[in-house]
């Protein structure tokens, strides 16, 4: 049973913006004196699989009756058959009868309208009380009539409803209604077009086949029954009405002043009316005399492109196994600019995605396959998994128009077939990162493939899948071997469990027993799958925000989510990529990233690793990556978009400064389905405008770990973001996670954070220190503190046990020149150095400022030299930080990490109240956290300036989900 069957059955009342369809009332005057409502509704028609219908009303002001919307839908009865084809979702004809009703046949006569009202207002009253918390769009193309009755009768309707009117000549025959509304009702949701509508026929491209006369030749007449009406009443486009569609077709509806095919809209005056909006004056949006005319022609030949595909639907049905081609993937939009392609899918799994959203993600992409196309080769060894970087780009290359040798490349005999892959057809079904793109390129890219290495891929599938591929004994398996292959681990699929490989292993075997019939092996893993959606909504993610490793762990759900056809299956895979976009935009800083984090492999700085792929739907960074991870073609040809709250929180519009409590479980807590697991890390993270600063109360892990324990990054007026790093150790390649070495950090180290300060302190009191920053930032010193002025970030750094810091010449050398062919470790970056002066601890405090905070950087200066530090039982681990803004932080070490003890303004921090919540602001009353899930709970829940996701997953893994703006 699908996720949202699941609970409507239950009764429960759920909102799912980003799943649902928009639930639609169309009020139209079609019949009346102007024919192009029956274009309008011919229009409507073919995109009914896109709604909600639950109303259609005839309102006229004249001569207009409910029997044209019946004749309309005759023609649609006879496309049916066709359109059914394309979408199950196209609702019956008998269903859209059954919604029509006759709206009030004379115009408002008094300034108020009467106590009787029509059968039309009546319907809008019985659909907006339905117990469905989606709102109610009423499109009204015709009178306004039926929505004044209706709204004057039950006012209370007014939470539900949302119109967008047709206004000017509709407006001129039933103006006492429009004015009653407008002066009784100012907190109506309105949209009133009464110029903007005319951009719909007015302007735009219009040579070639895009006339007004030019495109219903070409592209309606002979499309079915629908065409047909649509030419006999008018053969020429008008469709004045039709704006209201294309506003809920593409574009964010719940923000009217954002870019919308249907147009972008002005609040005359937000205090007297909060929610009506209106054409925008402004001069550039103007076409001739029409205010506003030019946000809907702009989008001219996109809609009309994206319309005639749907009137191609009206002709033929769609033949199963139907190809999907290059020119499906990558076409032109009205300026020529390449436009990348998802395979459909439908609306109830996407989450609600603005049109400028998308128009910036495609420019995003475009810049990732023209770079990968122009600079990276699309081909190289198929030993065990060195496809891993060179399949992703190779699919670059079909879509950057290179597609026939990067086909080829994609198809070459693996090098290992007959060693390793000869009980699969020869085709590589083994290793994880392989499996990753194997599985892209049989789904997505598969029908360019050559039909019979299409089918060899399949035959070999079936056999790999036709029972549980993991630790099932290997031909090639020899006792003694070392190594990840199947020669050395006797399996016929990896065996590695990290998230990443995890996910790559779990996504590909289901999706082949999927495609194969293999049923056992599919519900096997569907179970899996569940599991790890379940235990991630309740304990997180087990190799948590590794800039290394999170863009790998994503790249495979992109698979599942787009080609798996079990609906349980498909809103799971979004619910994960849903949590790991999420816990991504926490830590993604104008394309850096912010730590702390589990096997960051010193990648923060600007697209080192995962904020690659992260850039493509979060962007806010004026630089652009140079390096890939090659998991990039995996997002672009995704039909995934994460949910606009996620991608504020990503992009800081939320409320600032936010003080963020996190906790971590253990490795493979979530890949073993352990919803019992326990935190085992601790972290703060302070959210403030110009930075993000996090720490782990257990500092970064000595000896062979893979734990980063503090970051700070920074706004930087040319890379949007960077990072400085810190941390005990002599090396400067390993300022973040040890990455496994020995002897990287040799001491315990604990980090007690309270907003922008901190305390740091390694139970070795000669223990080395160092800071590895951009060569941008200034270093100064004014009497034992050392300053870090960067582009809007100020940071102040207090010995405690230490010499004072001071730039490192021959560190900095080791990093940021070249060693022979080697690239430098972090170019353009400088080490700052200090160590402990002898004694038990060592280490020092830090202070973060910015304009918002201190007003200016000599104001900063003045306020941390202020500050007093009590370093006097540092010999016990004991030192305590009095700033001049009046807060106070204490540090009392201790052997465990969540024994720290953390002293903020006088009150010991409460450790088991931190650790009770995946997320939790610091002020856990506030109502405007920008993330927040509790510890076990499964609900996951984002906020970001106006706009609200939120994920709940039951125990069995059914997730469902609410998306809402204001």
């Known amino acids: 049973m699908s996720t949202l069957r699941f609970f409507l059955l239950l009764g429960l009342c759920i909102t799912v913006a980003a799943a649902e369809k928009p639930r639609v009332i169309v009020s139209t005057d079609i019949g009346g004196g102007d024919p192009d409502d029956y274009q309008s509704m011919?229009?409507?028609?073919?995109?009914?699989?896109?709604?909600?219908?639950?109303?259609?009303?005839?309102?006229?002001?004249?001569?207009?009756?409910?029997?044209?919307?019946?004749?309309?839908?005759?023609?649609?009865?006879?496309?049916?058959?066709?359109?059914?084809?394309?979408?199950?979702?196209?609702?019956?004809?008998?269903?859209?009868?059954?919604?029509?009703?006759?709206?009030?046949?004379?115009?408002?006569?008094?300034?108020?309208?009467?106590?009787?009202?029509?059968?039309?207002?009546?319907?809008?009253?019985?659909?907006?009380?339905?117990?469905?918390?989606?709102?109610?769009?009423?499109?009204?193309?015709?009178?306004?009539?039926?929505?004044?009755?209706?709204?004057?009768?039950?006012?209370?309707?007014?939470?539900?409803?949302?119109?967008?009117?047709?206004?000017?000549?509709?407006?001129?025959?039933?103006?006492?209604?429009?004015?009653?509304?407008?002066?009784?009702?100012?907190?109506?949701?309105?949209?009133?077009?009464?110029?903007?509508?005319?951009?719909?026929?007015?302007?735009?491209?219009?040579?070639?086949d895009l006339g007004n006369r030019s495109f219903p030749e070409a592209h309606i007449k002979g499309h079915g029954a629908l065409g047909e009406l649509f030419m006999q009443k008018k053969a020429d486009i008008k469709m004045g009405d039709s704006p209201s569609v294309l506003y809920l077709l593409n574009g964010d509806p719940n923000t009217p002043a954002e870019p919308h095919w249907g147009g972008a809209y002005v609040k005359p005056d937000s205090n007297a009316r909060p929610h009506y909006w209106h054409d925008d004056p402004d001069t550039e949006q103007q076409f001739r005399d029409k205010p506003g005319a030019n946000s809907v022609n702009r989008w001219r030949e996109t809609y009309l492109r994206d319309w005639q595909t749907r009137m191609d639907r009206l002709k033929?049905?769609?033949?199963?196994?139907?190809?999907?081609?290059?020119?499906?993937?990558?076409?032109?939009?009205?300026?020529?600019?390449?436009?990348?392609?998802?395979?459909?899918?439908?609306?109830?799994?996407?989450?609600?995605?603005?049109?400028?959203?998308?128009?910036?993600?495609?420019?995003?992409?475009?810049?990732?396959?023209?770079?990968?196309?122009?600079?990276?080769?699309?081909?190289?060894?198929?030993y065990f998994e060195n496809e891993k970087r060179w399949y992703g780009l190779a699919m670059a290359h079909v879509l950057g128009g290179k597609a026939d040798p990067a086909l080829k490349a994609l198809q070459q005999q693996d090098h290992q077939h007959q060693e390793w892959h000869s009980q699969t057809e020869g085709i590589d079904y083994y290793a994880c990162f392989t499996l990753k793109h194997q599985m892209r390129k049989y789904f997505y890219f598969g029908d360019l493939l050559d039909p019979q290495y299409r089918q060899t891929m399949l035959k070999g599938a079936n056999q790999w899948t036709a029972q549980d591929p993991l630790g099932r004994p290997h031909a090639a398996y020899k006792e003694g071997t070392t190594g990840w292959g199947p020669d050395a681990k006797n399996s016929w699929v990896d065996v590695r469990s990290t998230d990443n490989l995890f996910l790559m292993r779990v996504t590909s075997v289901y999706l082949m027993a999927e495609e194969t019939g293999n049923s056992d092996t599919a519900n096997k893993y569907k179970e899996i799958i569940l599991k790890y959606v379940a235990t991630l909504y309740r304990v997180g993610l087990g190799e948590w925000d590794s800039e290394n490793y999170l863009g790998h762990s994503i790249a495979p759900v992109f698979n599942l989510y787009d080609f798996a056809r079990d609906e349980d299956v498909k809103f799971g895979a979004k619910a994960?990529?849903?949590?790991?976009?999420?816990?991504?935009?926490?830590?993604?800083?104008?394309?850096?990233?912010?730590?702390?984090?589990?096997?960051?492999?010193?990648?923060?700085?600007?697209?080192?690793?995962?904020?690659?792929?992260?850039?493509?739907?979060?962007?806010?960074?004026?630089?652009?990556?140079?390096?890939?991870?090659?998991?990039?073609?995996?997002?672009?040809?995704?039909?995934?978009?994460?949910?606009?709250?996620?991608?504020?929180?990503?992009?800081?519009?939320h409320s600032k400064p936010v003080e963020l409590f996190a906790s971590k479980p253990p490795y493979n807590a979530t890949t073993s389905a352990n919803t019992k697991a326990t935190p085992e890390y601790l972290e703060t993270q302070y959210l403030a405008h110009t930075y993000k600063m996090g720490s782990l109360a257990g500092g970064t892990t000595p000896g062979k770990s893979d734990v980063s324990g503090f970051k700070i990054a920074v706004d930087d007026d040319s890379q949007g973001g960077v990072v400085l790093q810190a941390a005990p150790t002599a090396d400067p390649a390993f300022p973040g996670s040890p990455v496994y070495k020995d002897g990287i950090v040799t001491v315990q180290n604990r980090v007690a954070q309270y907003e922008n300060k901190a305390i740091w302190l390694a139970n070795d009191g000669t223990a080395p220190w160092l800071w590895v920053i951009p060569d941008t930032v200034q270093v100064s010193k004014k009497l034992d503190l050392t300053f870090f002025q960067c582009d809007r970030t100020w940071v102040a750094i207090?010995?405690?046990?230490?010499?004072?810091?001071?730039?490192?010449?021959?560190?900095?050398?080791?990093?940021?020149?070249?060693?022979?062919?080697?690239?430098?470790?972090?170019?353009?970056?400088?080490?700052?150095?200090?160590?402990?002066?002898?004694?038990?601890?060592?280490?020092?405090?830090?202070?973060?400022?910015?304009?918002?905070?201190?007003?200016?950087?000599?104001?900063?200066?003045?306020?941390?030299?202020?500050?007093?530090?009590?370093?006097?039982?540092?010999?016990?681990?004991?030192?305590?930080?009095?700033?001049?803004?009046?807060?106070?932080?204490?540090?009392?070490?201790?052997?465990?990490?969540?024994?720290?003890?953390?002293?903020?303004?006088?009150?010991?921090?409460?450790?088991?109240?931190?650790?009770?919540?995946?997320?939790?602001?610091?002020?856990?009353?506030?109502?405007?956290?920008?993330?927040?899930?509790?510890?076990?709970?499964?609900?996951?829940?984002?906020?970001?300036?106006?706009?609200?996701?939120?994920?709940?997953?039951?125990?069995?893994?059914?997730?469902?989900?609410?998306?809402?703006?204001?």
């Open 316 to 382: 033929t049905k769609k033949e199963a196994g139907q190809a999907w081609m290059l020119e499906d993937m990558a076409n032109e939009n009205a300026q020529g600019l390449a436009i990348y392609r998802p395979r459909p899918m439908d609306d109830k799994f996407k989450n609600p995605w603005p049109a400028n959203y998308e128009e910036s993600f495609q420019q995003r992409a475009r810049v990732v396959i023209a770079s990968q196309t122009d600079s990276l080769k699309a081909e190289g060894s198929t």
């Open 42 to 208: 011919v229009h409507y028609l073919v995109y009914a699989d896109r709604f909600d219908t639950e109303g259609l009303i005839s309102s006229p002001p004249k001569q207009g009756r409910a029997a044209s919307i019946h004749e309309c839908l005759d023609a649609y009865e006879k496309d049916y058959a066709n359109l059914t084809t394309w979408s199950p979702d196209y609702p019956s004809p008998d269903t859209l009868r059954a919604s029509v009703r006759q709206g009030a046949l004379d115009p408002q006569s008094e300034d108020a309208p009467p106590d009787e009202i029509s059968e039309g207002a009546k319907l809008i009253i019985e659909r907006a009380k339905v117990d469905d918390e989606r709102p109610l769009y009423v499109l009204v193309w015709g009178s306004i009539t039926d929505i004044a009755q209706a709204v004057h009768a039950d006012p209370g309707i007014k939470a539900k409803l949302r119109v967008y009117s047709i206004g000017s000549w509709n407006t001129l025959n039933g103006q006492k209604e429009r004015d009653y509304l407008y002066q009784n009702h100012a907190d109506l949701w309105w949209i009133e077009s009464d110029t903007t509508f005319r951009g719909m026929y007015m302007g735009g491209k219009q040579d070639g």
């Open 798 to 966: 207090m010995p405690l046990g230490i010499s004072s810091f001071a730039v490192d010449s021959a560190n900095t050398e080791a990093i940021a020149k070249p060693t022979g062919k080697k690239k430098a470790k972090f170019p353009d970056h400088q080490v700052i150095s200090a160590r402990g002066t002898g004694g038990t601890y060592c280490g020092f405090a830090v202070i973060v400022g910015e304009k918002e905070s201190h007003g200016s950087f000599d104001r900063f200066q003045v306020a941390a030299l202020q500050a007093k530090i009590d370093s006097s039982k540092l010999a016990t681990g004991n030192v305590s930080l009095s700033c001049a803004d009046g807060k106070s932080l204490g540090f009392e070490w201790a052997k465990v990490p969540r024994e720290l003890k953390v002293i903020r303004d006088g009150s010991p921090h409460d450790w088991s109240a931190h650790e009770s919540y995946l997320y939790r602001p610091a002020d856990h009353t506030t109502t405007l956290s920008p993330i927040s899930a509790r510890w076990g709970s499964g609900e996951l829940v984002v906020e970001g300036n106006g706009a609200t996701f939120k994920c709940s997953v039951s125990e069995n893994g059914q997730a469902r989900f609410s998306n809402t703006s204001s």
């Open 576 to 653: 994960i990529l849903d949590f790991f976009h999420a816990v991504g935009a926490v830590k993604y800083h104008h394309g850096a990233f912010n730590g702390p984090c589990k096997r960051d492999y010193n990648h923060a700085q600007p697209f080192g690793g995962s904020a690659s792929l992260l850039w493509l739907p979060f962007g806010d960074s004026p630089k652009t990556p140079v390096e890939w991870e090659s998991d990039e073609i995996h997002a672009i040809t995704s039909a995934y978009r994460p949910p606009v709250a996620v991608v504020k929180l990503a992009r800081g519009e």
